[in-house]
């Protein structure tokens, strides 16, 4: 659980000066502190730089209460509000194919808890599947460094378990078995599309 | 141009009560006052649910500086921004076509004004239909009730002609002859795919 402090910033820990450098190799293909959306905004701008793929991330839906126009200068938003999204949060076109998935780290080192999903994003994925869509999650685990790919199916089966009372969670046996793991390159760092190629029709 | 108050709110005219109804049929097609994004919001909703097509708006993209927390209550954004949207407002899947468009509306009676398109819009697009997305724009001309679709190609010849400085709108005559006209139904009334089966592949 991130520590939301009221001027809305997240809480970063100070880096200690002493700490000991990684070793080289791990440099190169460390994530340096980034988040997965900065990881996968960086991806996403090498496939559209390379015409590889047209990727975004959707912005957050905010339900807005009151513009205030000052004369002279921008419009400025002084009260709204987070609305729960209906969709997944990136979608977009590779080489004719419909990709949608959303993306979600957990700290854990042993499972994926399936309260990181919810509901109408399972829903809108089945819906986008039935379409030809080509559905997935991202996963990260950020204390492992180990980022997979969880085809639909995969997901659809834990979510149906869960509901049928079942463990809450994915155990990391079943992404090894089941998932694809993305195997971190050097630029960009997370293909994740060279992951997916096993998906595609 | 839409008469702004500072509590941002739209004026909205109060309809007279002594007005004349409109004739029966003009009734049943008619938009009776929704805005474009309504009315596509509306078949979008008609899509999904009949397993037609999977197609959302993105929400409005927005700077967020300042978000309040108070205890006990939703969190309130204070101070935001509107940001240039990147890509198109539409996009999502139909039958393992992605699709990828722009709604655009203008009260002109004669032509389509192009600075109501983005340079970033178009080569957003541009981008997605090297992918083999299907890209167009969803244009209504409000004044006449009519609407088309502008296949992207079309687009792009009078884009690169304003950009040799020719005409800075498409003349309605064009739309006639070489884009698609939505012909509208009673429900949904704007049936916008049916009319795009000449695009896809």
């Known amino acids: 659980m991130t520590i939301r402090y009221p001027n809305g910033k997240k809480y970063t820990p100070v880096p200690k000066t002493d700490e000991k450098l990684p070793k080289k ?3 190169s293909y460390s994530n340096r502190g980034k988040t997965l959306e900065e990881e ?3 991806t996403n701008e090498f496939y ?5 793929a047209v990727i975004h991330k959707k912005p957050v839906p905010i339900q807005i209460v009151k513009v205030e126009y000052p004369s002279r ?3 400025v938003i002084r009260e709204a509000y987070f609305r729960t999204p209906s969709t997944t949060d990136y979608n977009g076109v590779y080489n004719g194919h419909y990709i949608d998935f959303d993306a979600k780290e957990t700290e854990s080192k042993t499972a994926f808890p399936l309260k990181n999903v919810h509901p109408h994003q399972v ?3 089945e819906s986008s599947a039935k379409q030809k869509g080509i559905c997935f999650l991202l996963v990260r685990f950020s204390s492992l460094e180990r980022y997979f790919v969880v085809p639909l199916e995969m997901l659809l089966l834990a979510w149906s ?6 463990r809450k969670s994915i155990p990391l046996g079943e992404f ?3 998932a694809i793991e993305i195997q971190l390159s050097y630029f960009p760092r997370l293909d994740y599309l060279k992951a997916i190629t096993q998906l595609l029709p």
Chains 1, 2 share one sequence.
Not at 161 to 166: E, V
């Open 25 to 27: 190799k791990d440099l």
């Open 40 to 42: 996968i905004d960086e």
């Open 48 to 52: 559209l730089q390379r015409n590889i």
């Open 73 to 75: 200068s921008a419009a």
């Open 123 to 125: 829903s809108h994925m």
């Open 161 to 166: 378990r869960m509901l049928n009372g079942g």
């Open 176 to 178: 090894e078995e089941q």
